[in-house]
């Protein structure tokens, strides 16, 4: 549960201890996977909408 003092340090070290090696391993290669598609596909419309999800799950890139 996320409180008002909540840190980025916080919350990785409690992911550390609640997360498997198998869920941290899967979490790690769907965030390269999106990486390596908006790295590599470069056609606007497929850009642009996975620009617009990263947006959706709260990542903000500029």
Known sequence: MATANDTV?????RARIELSATELAVGLALIAAIGAAL????DPMVHDSLHNFRHAAGITCH
């Open 9 to 13: 340090h916080g919350r990785l070290e």
């Open 39 to 42: 790295l590599f596909v470069q």
